[in-house]
């Protein structure tokens, strides 16, 4: 069964700690990694993944693949409160299934 | 920018009743998606749609559920007969052909009672 699964559930930090969410997934043939973003209602898109080590960038934001460990991480520095939020993490099975992790639930206090 | 589109955005309904989800997806994308998220929970994939026809379901999708695209421009999902755990949030998502990324629609937040 395709699966994903993410680490850890939830986090507090104070603004400007540096944090890593971990993203592991094993499923049949896979194509991409994709990160968003979830605050109040939609998830937003952060970053897609096809090749390995390759780090992806963006401001403060940045994630990196290991497809031969099967994982993900997203860093992301000089945390905001505006940070705060739900990251989802979701691997694409074939050319159609998206499969989502449960989410790391973000918590950055001023 | 171009955004998908979801009406009504809270809808109740009775249990037993059929409900109809609407989506407007990007014009120029291909594979359309519908996910549910229950409170609390994670976003389940439900069912691709690409090339008029359903690419795609998951275990969840069963007979009560149903997709059209009836007019090239709105992608709708059917709940025949809705039960209690049918309440959730219901994301609508296209993306272009390549890459691969999603675009969400806003939800529509299903309340069975």
């Known amino acids: 069964e395709d699966k994903v699964v993410q680490s850890p559930l939830s986090l507090v930090v104070h603004e400007g700690d540096t944090v890593t969410l971990n993203c592991s997934y094993e499923?049949?043939?896979?194509?991409?990694l994709l990160w968003y973003k979830q605050e109040k209602k939609a998830p937003t898109f952060l970053f897609m993944l096809t090749s390995s080590g390759i780090e992806k960038k963006s401001g403060r934001l940045s994630s990196i693949l290991d497809k031969k460990e099967l994982f993900s991480i997203l860093n992301i520095t000089a945390t905001q409160t505006g940070d705060s939020a739900v990251y989802l993490c979701s691997v694409t099975s074939g050319t159609y299934k998206y499969i989502f992790g449960t989410g790391t639930r973000l918590k950055v206090l001023a | 920018e171009p955004e998908v589109t979801q009406t009504p955005s809270h809808q109740v309904t009775q249990m037993g009743q059929e409900v109809i989800l609407r989506c407007v997806p990007i014009s120029n994308h291909l594979y359309f998606y519908w996910y549910r998220q229950i409170l609390g929970q994670k976003v389940e994939f439900l069912v691709s749609f690409y090339n008029n026809e359903i690419s795609e379901k998951s275990e969840i999708f069963d007979d009560q559920f149903s997709v059209e695209r009836p007019d090239g421009s709105n992608f709708t999902l059917k709940i025949r007969s809705t039960k209690l755990e049918d309440s959730a949030m219901y994301f609508c998502a296209s993306r272009p052909g390549h890459p691969y990324e999603q675009y969400f629609g806003p939800g529509t937040r299903l309340t069975v009672t």
């Open positions: 499923v049949t043939n896979f194509r991409s």
